[in-house]
């Protein structure tokens, strides 16, 4: 079986089939050979007048000639960039500025790939205006759509030529010469279908066209854009004049030389390759619609890529699905896209239901994949899907030994799960709010536990808390679950009585003896906090899932609320940040055994201590850090209290590794959304980077209690937890006047 290597974090050798072509592919034998001398015998400057320099040039010069042969195309109408993304990025900025005194209007498809949407948000910032052509349910654009939208202001319109995620392949010679009747320029994407099928400029009618030359069996890091002679575009990186004056910065010369050689060999290969493809796509698909009935496929294989085939399970999350799969390499959508759960916008636009939509997985074959791989891998995808969907006695009785890692039976992670803060606010809007005088905390408040008047004299204070395995060891999942509910309790300055138990789980798919655990930790903790697990309620569901009930009690007029911060409180935060960060890098394999303890101590700790200590003295507002990350809660107090704040982000406790990792992009797909929704209520006074304005918005689980006190206070409060082991406790920032929620990171 010819299988790829790979090391996991422990480093101990994998073994898995590869069918994942459409993200990255290897470099090819023949491309590493044509490059190794260019490592040191042929390091020549293209730009230099000596025979180094003069023969740099001669290998750019080859391999630009070998990239327009691809295409169909002449060598002076290429250029190199780093990649797909900045090709996109110039082909649509480089039009929009050296075209905005003819018209400020461009048409893109609903299903591009974010290097072209995530531009156009960009800019219509900018002052320019952007039109969307739908696609059907075959993820096809609209074409009498397109005629519709043009306007005398139109001067660009980009579609991809064959989709990423569904593969379906687009008439843009049909567009394109629609779009030249209007005089409009038109740019495509080719980056999935160059090497695959044919690609040539002159029959497509191109104006631009995308290349990536990872796609290529080349080395990452390089690609290239057409630009048909006559077309002017304005500079994405200015400096020297390399690249025909279009893109200044030293050749890579290295990678370069490993592209023209990747579309050498793909326009020499290309009939048997994408023969090859289609067979390998089609016997998949032949051997998952036999073995796995239930399977419905979203790719129309007629129109498509020869080698990409997307199908899904209804009603089973497609992170949950491959997490039983380790012996496979495959998406669960595209490979670009943040974590996150959420659907894919190409099967949004196609109109599929949402069930369908988050149990999709993408399966895409390569040249070098073989019939051995595809029979293997359809029989991994249907043992899967039949052990999820159907009662395994081998399953339920198995061994609950070490080996058994439970972040890899869910979709995502503790309270980075949580629905999106836009939407939960867009559902929460249209709920009737509760009349009853007794009702003191309820749902017209974003706080962090409901509170009930039984009498004049005591209150109800109760949470209820679930969310998907942070960690990997059951026992400290529990724990972890147990210890995040009970943060209700505790923001709300209450004292916790019992709680019930909240438990979904796959019995089909993990021993039973997991979930004794996970009880145990949460039992532990329970205990800890001085209350009883009285109860519960369980279901059998597709992934494990546990958190718990919680009841408390409160004097009425003692609750605290996450509102009544005033101007001059102090903000003291009790536990460090960067739950969601560390978390996400040890499923990924980024972060090793001292960073998953350290996140692990903290999410275990109780704010019990911190609660008894902040009863002491006035307590405006208090609030814990949990999914929405500190801005999120912090927003929430400032804009529920009327007031402005003021965080000095050098003041933030994170947990030891966090930069790095946030670095390396281990970011949650919840911290991501926090910002998107939360960052127009702030204000980066700050000079920060897009990775710690990211730290500042992570989605935390079980967090520590965000306190509004008087700064009179803070001395005697600090003193008091530094002594109880709270030594993380840190004034972070400050109430600074009466207003609008907004909060200023200094």
């Known amino acids: 079986m010819n299988k790829f290597f790979f090391f996991d974090h422990n480093h101990n050798m994998e073994d898995l089939i590869y069918l994942d072509y459409n993200a990255t592919t290897p470099i090819d034998p023949e491309v590493e050979a044509t490059m190794k001398p260019y490592l040191n015998a042929y390091f020549g400057n293209p730009s230099s007048r000596y025979r180094y320099g003069i023969d740099a040039r001669k290998a750019v010069e080859t391999a630009r000639r070998q990239v327009a042969e691809l295409l169909g195309a002449s060598p002076e109408e290429i250029i190199f960039t780093s990649g797909g993304s900045e090709s996109d990025n110039h082909a649509l900025k480089g039009v929009a500025f050296a075209l905005k005194s003819k018209g400020n209007h461009l048409i893109v498809s609903t299903i591009e790939h974010p290097a072209i949407l995530e531009v156009c948000i960009w800019l219509e910032k900018q002052g320019f205006r952007i039109s969307y052509l739908p696609v059907d349910s075959n993820c096809r654009v609209d074409v009498p759509a397109f005629e519709r939208l043009v306007t005398p202001q139109t001067i660009l319109v980009s579609v991809m030529h064959a989709n990423n995620e569904v593969g379906t392949l687009q008439p843009i010679a049909e567009l394109s010469a629609l779009a030249h009747r209007y005089g409009i320029l038109f740019h495509t994407d080719a980056a999935q ?7 040539d400029v002159n029959q497509l009618g191109v104006d631009l066209l995308t290349l990536a030359g990872h796609k290529l069996y080349a080395p990452k890091g390089i690609g290239a854009l057409y630009i048909r002679k006559g077309v002017v575009l304005d500079n994405l990186i200015h400096g ?42 089609d016997l998949l698909r032949d051997e998952l619609l036999t073995l796995a009935p239930g399977m419905h496929i979203h790719t129309p294989v007629e129109t498509s890529l020869p080698n990409t085939l997307s199908i899904a399970f209804r009603g089973i999350p497609a992170d949950t699905l491959l997490s039983t799969l380790p012996g496979l390499a495959a998406s669960a959508g595209a490979a670009c896209h943040p974590a996150g759960v959420t659907s894919s916008h190409v099967l949004l636009a196609m109109g599929v239901s949402t069930d369908y939509a988050m149990g999709t997985i993408r399966l895409s074959t390569g040249k070098y994949t ?42 995502g992670m503790g ?23 007794d009702v003191l905390v309820g749902n017209s408040a974003a706080d962090d536990a409901a509170v009930y008047r039984v009498n004049p004299d005591q209150a109800i204070v109760q949470t209820l808390d679930f969310f998907t395995p942070i960690v990997d060891d059951p026992y400290d999942f529990g724990a972890i679950a147990a210890a995040n509910a009970l ?37 532990d903790k329970a205990t800890e906090a001085g209350i009883s697990i009285i109860g519960g309620h369980s279901i059998d569901d597709t992934e494990p899932k546990f958190g718990m009930c919680v009841t408390g009690l409160v004097h009425p007029e003692k609750a605290w609320k996450n509102i009544g911060a005033q101007p001059g409180d102090a903000l003291i935060l009790t536990k460090p940040l960067g739950t969601g960060i560390i978390s996400t890098a040890v499923k990924n394999g980024l972060a090793g055994e001292d960073a998953a303890a350290e996140a692990c101590y903290w999410m275990k700790q109780l704010n019990q201590k911190a609660a008894r200590i902040f009863s002491k003295v006035p307590v405006h507002a208090c609030t814990d850090i949990t999914g929405f990350g500190l801005a999120g809660h912090l927003s929430e107090m400032t804009r529920g209290s009327q007031v402005d704040a003021e965080i000095d982000f050098s003041k933030l406790p994170f947990m030891e590794p966090v930069k790095a990792l946030a670095l390396a992009g281990a970011i949650p797909g919840g911290t991501h959304n926090n910002l998107a929704f939360y960052q127009q209520w702030i204000r980066w006074q700050a000079v920060l980077s897009e990775t710690e304005k990211l730290m500042f918005c992570d989605a935390q689980t079980s967090g520590g209690l965000l306190v509004s006190i008087r700064g009179q206070f803070v001395g005697d409060v600090l003193q008091e937890l530094f002594a109880q082991g709270i030594g993380s406790a840190a004034v972070i920032g400050r109430i600074t006047q009466a207003g609008d929620g907004i909060i200023t990171v200094i």
């Open 193 to 199: 279908s160059a090497g695959k099928i044919p690609v």
């Open 240 to 281: 020297a004049g390399q690249e025909h004056n279009l893109r200044a910065g030293t050749e890579n010369l290295l990678e370069i030389v490993g592209f023209g050689k990747a579309a050498e060999i793909a326009r020499r290969d290309l009939q048997k390759n994408s023969l090859h493809l289609a067979r390998m796509r």
């Open 370 to 411: 073989t019939a051995e791989e595809v029979k293997a891998a359809a029989l991994m995808i249907a043992d899967a899907y039949s052990r999820i969907v159907s009662p395994s006695e081998t399953v339920k009785t198995g061994n609950a030994g070490d080996n058994i890692k439970l972040t890899q039976f869910t979709h």
């Open 415 to 437: 309270c980075a799960c949580k629905m999106q803060p836009a939407d939960l606010e867009k559902i929460l809007r249209n709920l009737p709010l509760t009349t009853d005088p």
């Open 487 to 523: 943060s209700d309790i505790f923001a709300m300055g209450a004292k916790p009585l019992f709680a019930l138990n909240i438990v979904a789980f796959p019995v089909n798919r993990l021993p039973l003896e997991v979930l004794e655990k996970i009880l145990l930790g949460a039992a």
